[in-house]
């Protein structure tokens, strides 16, 4: 059999990092990039006789996420410890949420090659980071062998986002993955980045015969730190799996590590040598209560989702849902095309034209997730505007915006400055195409001789003459007019 005779089956479990000031459950600054074990309290080092106190904002932004995925909050929920040891875990067990979390259902919608997919959402629920262990690093009086440890991390909010096995591809976990970022920094309860850690996932994937319908035996993978890692990995796991089948050798449940260098995965551990985690819940936190009130408030502040502010941008500003959907790349994307409309309202499309290529060519990957525009909102209107006026050719513009963004001058000054003006005087063009006309003999017997390629010739060259200021419109009229003019005698 060959890979096609397969589908893969892939269900994420996402860890994002909520962006609250301190920590889970303790007063300690949530930092990044500081100096190590400089933001710890006795509570996140676990020291005994310490007692966690829930960060209510925590809850707020796992709230915001959970509403905006469509979940049903748990009037109740549970505190867990999940029990291991590892040095950077310092009270020997993470708190986190078990067999009553905090929000249950929901999903997103997902893009595929056939249309639209729903994927569903089994849980999301909150929990707490551990520290981070470090076995390299650049100091000579650290022995090589040795293993430090840094617990600024331990103790920040995290939720957990575990989806039903309802992805069939490398491509739809990717689009998942896109989606979740996008509606975690919308709501502002993330900053998403996964190269920083803020957005972790690992991908569990299994795979069958088309058309069955039972789950194989799954592969949990690891260490995946970039959504096109998410994707590559589970396409190359899906493979691993059919050739092991094909080979008569049936899957092992297993967790299987992601090496970026190689590109493969290998294996971290069996099924037997799972951990037992040993949950119970802390008898140090209560009950989490979150009160109908609690939920209407969240629900109240939550921006227009990415949906529906997609649909509103294409019926207020007369776009198509394509265009409109991908001006919902990020809120502050939506935002700024929004603000350079109200600045020139005559041509909405325009703007989203412009936004959507040469705009977005221009932005970084991190920009674009970000929605930083290369140049305000208010410069693009009035670049739109001056094309839409005649004051400039659409050509020119493309000149004029790299100006924009290397000096953060205005259009207008621009303009003014660089002589960017367009010429649509028909006397001063008519000179010119005269010019090249009487200059080209040759090329006017060509094109009168029926090579009607010729004349775009000609377009290039008055183009050239004039330093690609002419208005296109007004030269293809005289052109027009000086080439197939009558001939005299
Ligand atoms: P575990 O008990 O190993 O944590 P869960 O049932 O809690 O497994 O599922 C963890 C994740 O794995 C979920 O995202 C779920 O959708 C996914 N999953 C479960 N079974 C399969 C399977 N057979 N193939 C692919 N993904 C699966
Ligand atoms: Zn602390
Ligand atoms: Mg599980």
Same mark, same amino acid.
């Given at each position: 059999?060959?890979?096609?005779?397969?589908?893969?089956?892939?269900?994420?479990?996402?860890?994002?990092?909520?962006?609250?000031?301190?920590?889970?459950?303790?007063?300690?600054?949530?930092?990044?990039?500081?100096?190590?074990?400089?933001?710890?309290?006795?509570?996140?080092?676990?020291?005994?006789?310490?007692?966690?106190?829930?960060?209510?904002?925590?809850?707020?932004?796992?709230?915001?996420?959970?509403?905006?995925?469509?979940?049903?909050?748990?009037?109740?929920?549970?505190?867990?410890?999940?029990?291991?040891?590892?040095?950077?875990?310092?009270? $020997?067990?993470?708190?986190?949420?078990?067999?009553?979390?905090?929000?249950?259902? $929901?999903?997103?919608?997902?893009?595929?090659?056939?249309?639209?997919?729903?994927?569903?959402?089994?849980?999301?629920?909150?929990?707490?980071?551990?520290?981070?262990?470090?076995?390299?690093?650049?100091?000579?009086?650290?022995?090589?062998?040795?293993?430090?440890?840094?617990?600024?991390?331990?103790?920040?909010?995290?939720?957990?986002?575990?989806?039903?096995?309802?992805?069939?591809?490398?491509?739809?976990?990717?689009?998942?993955?896109?989606?979740?970022?996008?509606?975690?920094?919308?709501?502002?309860?993330?900053?998403?980045?996964?190269?920083?850690?803020?957005?972790?996932?690992?991908?569990?994937?299994?795979?069958?015969?088309? $058309?069955?319908?039972?789950?194989?035996?799954?592969?949990?993978?690891?260490?995946?730190?970039?959504?096109?890692?998410?994707?590559?990995?589970?396409?190359?796991?899906?493979?691993?799996?059919?050739?092991?089948?094909?080979?008569?050798?049936?899957?092992?449940?297993?967790?299987?590590?992601?090496?970026?260098?190689?590109?493969?995965?290998?294996?971290?551990?069996?099924?037997?040598?799972?951990?037992?985690?040993?949950?119970?819940?802390?008898?140090?936190?209560?009950?989490?209560?979150?009160?109908?009130?609690?939920?209407?408030?969240?629900?109240?502040?939550?921006?227009?989702?990415?949906?529906?502010?997609?649909?509103?941008?294409?019926?207020?500003?007369?776009?198509?849902?394509?265009?409109?959907?991908?001006?919902?790349?990020?809120?502050?994307?939506?935002?700024?095309?929004?603000?350079?409309?109200?600045?020139?309202?005559?041509?909405?499309?325009?703007?989203?034209?412009?936004?959507?290529?040469?705009?977005?060519?221009?932005?970084?990957?991190?920009?674009?997730?970000?929605?930083?525009?290369?140049?305000?909102?208010?410069?693009?209107?009035?670049?739109?505007?001056?094309?839409?006026?005649?004051?400039?050719?659409?050509?020119?513009?493309?000149?004029?915006?790299?100006?924009?963004?290397?000096?953060?001058?205005?259009?207008?000054?621009?303009?003014?400055?660089?002589?960017?003006?367009?010429?649509?005087?028909?006397?001063?063009?008519?000179?010119?195409?005269?010019?090249?006309?009487?200059?080209?003999?040759?090329?006017?017997?060509?094109?009168?001789?029926?090579?009607?390629?010729?004349?775009?010739?000609?377009? $290039?060259?008055?183009?050239?003459?004039?330093?690609?200021?002419?208005?296109?419109?007004?030269?293809?009229?005289?052109?027009?007019?000086?080439?197939?003019?009558?001939?005299?005698?």
């Amino acid at each position: 059999m060959s890979l096609s005779d397969y589908e893969s089956v892939i269900g994420l479990e996402v860890h994002c990092q909520l962006k609250t000031r301190t920590k889970a459950f303790c007063a300690c600054p949530v930092v990044f990039g500081a100096e190590a074990n400089s933001s710890v309290c006795p509570v996140c080092l676990g020291y005994p006789g310490v007692l966690p106190v829930i960060n209510r904002e925590m809850v707020s932004l796992a709230l915001r996420v959970a509403l905006a995925a469509g979940c049903e909050i748990a009037p109740e929920s549970v505190f867990a410890r999940k029990n291991y040891f590892y040095p950077d875990l310092p009270k $020997g067990y993470q708190i986190s949420q078990y067999d009553r979390p905090l929000a249950t259902g $929901g999903g997103l919608t997902v893009t595929t090659p056939e249309g639209e997919k729903f994927i569903r959402l089994t849980r999301i629920h909150l929990e707490e980071d551990a520290g981070k262990s470090m076995h390299e690093f650049p100091w000579e009086d650290v022995s090589a062998s040795s293993s430090l440890v840094d617990l600024n991390r331990a103790g920040t909010p995290l939720i957990e986002i575990v989806s039903e096995p309802d992805l069939r591809s490398g491509d739809e976990a990717y689009e998942y993955l896109v989606k979740l970022r996008r509606l975690v920094r919308w709501v502002d309860a993330s900053d998403g980045n996964m190269e920083e850690g803020s957005l972790r996932c690992d991908a569990n994937v299994s795979i069958r015969r088309k $058309g069955e319908t039972t789950l194989g035996t799954k592969v949990e993978i690891k260490n995946l730190n970039s959504i096109a890692h998410v994707r590559r990995a589970i396409e190359h796991e899906a493979a691993r799996q059919a050739e092991s089948l094909d080979k008569g050798r049936p899957v092992v449940q297993e967790t299987r590590l992601w090496q970026p260098d190689s590109q493969t995965t290998r294996p971290m551990r069996s099924k037997e040598e799972a951990m037992d985690y040993r949950y119970f819940p802390d008898p140090d936190l209560g009950t989490l209560v979150v009160s109908r009130d609690w939920i209407d408030e969240v629900r109240r502040s939550l921006p227009e989702l990415p949906e529906a502010r997609g649909a509103s941008l294409a019926s207020r500003h007369g776009l198509s849902p394509q265009d409109a959907a991908l001006l919902t790349l990020s809120r502050p994307f939506a935002d700024a095309f929004e603000r350079a409309v109200s600045f020139h309202p005559a041509n909405p499309k325009g703007i989203a034209n412009w936004l959507l290529s040469e705009i977005l060519a221009r932005m970084s990957d991190a920009d674009r997730q970000a929605g930083k525009i290369p140049v305000p909102a208010e410069n693009l209107a009035s670049l739109v505007s001056r094309i839409d006026d005649g004051t400039i050719s659409g050509k020119i513009a493309k000149e004029l915006l790299a100006l924009m963004i290397d000096t953060g001058k205005t259009p207008d000054d621009l303009i003014t400055e660089k002589g960017l003006r367009q010429v649509t005087d028909e006397g001063l063009l008519g000179d010119t195409v005269r010019k090249v006309v009487e200059a080209n003999p040759q090329q006017v017997a060509a094109y009168r001789g029926g090579k009607a390629a010729a004349f775009g010739w000609f377009v $290039g060259q008055v183009m050239k003459a004039t330093g690609g200021k002419a208005n296109p419109a007004v030269v293809n009229q005289l052109l027009r007019q000086a080439l197939d003019a009558p001939q005299e005698g």
